[in-house]
């Protein structure tokens, strides 16, 4: 019998700091509780977390519009992410009236 085309191997190297995770295992509405006492329990765990920095990067760059992630809500997330030099920039160009192209 012949076989198909083998798939290449995952990507793993992307994901790999999850598994260092102080969340896993818990329950994850934990973190996309909008309850203020369930956001605050979330955020603890995240304190304590090694991994914290890459989750955080991880949603940042994914634009997740949901839950605690690195320790930060969507809320906090989006202005981490504007106040970013990066940002800064394309901020002050918008303002000066060449829009976000450039």
Known sequence: MRRGPSLPPAHTENWNW???AACRGERSASFFDT????EATAKKLCEVCPV???CLEYAMDAEEPYG???G???EERF??????PAWRRRRRLY???AGWRT
């Open 18 to 20: 999850q598994l260092d």
């Open 35 to 38: 309850d203020p006492a369930g």
């Open 52 to 54: 914290a920095a890459q």
């Open 68 to 70: 605690i992630w690195g």
């Open 72 to 74: 930060l809500s969507p």
């Open 79 to 84: 202005l981490e992410k504007w106040n970013r």
């Open 95 to 97: 303002a000066a009236g």
